[in-house]
């Protein structure tokens, strides 16, 4: 783990570093970069696997001043920067892969490829919007009560040893509250913009994801240029690397593998 500066904050990221074709991941929001250990592990000798933590999560504070998804497409690419990355496959989960989107449609020239797993274009859906927003106040108003965080568990991470892990950091550690959830919540839809990527996109969908029905990432594998079908993680819910580390790693590097050498340079 290290941190660097990044667009005025100090922003903390993991790199497996070597010569490699660099893949930049995202993690999904109440989670952070070391969810992705297992493909750093698995991957890191053929390529550099970066995976970093968005504001507001894991060590990259949140310094208030609100933001979007766009100012965090923007973080990536100044992450980039700072590390010497000219062009990578950039990816990640939910929030994560809400963030790539954009980082390819701010700069098409920097991103080789996409991986997205369990995320969407569209905005935040009305119905989700008003659950989400009594499970924040909630959270605001009670802390990381257990009536609260035990069913947050599950939905995010499911039936896994790993969801109880994640329980006992929210209860000793801030949670990612104000501009995240202002930016989560308020995020514009880009699905009209979708045909603009180009490049070649790995799409995976875990089998027992209660956040995000596969009908959201099927807009993805119709509306964007180069989408792989739909790879759906058996058992797992809305975080497949974590949960599910051996198929999701061997669906990464057989995409990986694929790529043209010409998208790896």
């Not at 969908?205 to 009908?215: A, H, K, T, Y």
């Amino acid at each position: 783990m290290a941190n660097v500066n990044v667009n005025g904050r100090s922003v903390t990221y993991s790199d497996s570093g070597g010569d490699g074709h660099p893949v930049i991941l995202g993690h999904g929001f109440f989670l952070d970069h070391t969810v992705f250990a297992a493909q750093a592990e698995a991957l890191g000798e053929r390529w550099r696997v970066i995976a970093w933590d968005a504001r507001g999560h894991g060590g990259t504070a949140d310094d208030g001043v609100p933001f979007t998804y766009w100012d965090q497409a923007r973080d990536v690419l100044a992450l980039m920067d700072a590390l010497g990355v000219e062009r990578a496959t950039v990816g990640g989960v939910s929030q994560g892969g809400f963030i790539a989107l954009r980082t390819a449609l701010l700069a098409p020239d920097r991103v080789s490829a996409l991986i997205l797993s369990d995320t969407e274009a569209q905005a935040c859906d009305p119905y989700d919007k008003v659950r989400y927003e009594g499970l924040f106040a909630a959270l605001s108003e009670r802390g990381p009560a257990e009536e609260l965080i035990g069913p947050l568990g599950t939905q995010i991470i499911g039936d896994h040893p790993q969801a109880e892990i994640w329980r006992e950091r929210w209860r000793s550690s801030p949670l990612p509250l104000g501009s995240p959830v202002d930016c989560l919540l308020g995020r514009v839809d880009v699905t009209a913009r979708l045909p603009e990527i180009t490049c070649p996109a790995l799409l995976m969908w875990g089998s027992q994801d209660r956040s995000l029905p596969v009908e959201r990432m099927e807009v993805l594998r119709d509306r964007l240029h180069d989408a792989t079908p739909i790879h759906v993680i058996s058992g797992a819910a809305h975080s497949p690397p974590l949960t599910h580390p051996h198929e999701v790693n061997r669906v990464m590097s057989d995409f990986l593998s694929a790529l043209a050498p010409a998208r790896l340079r």
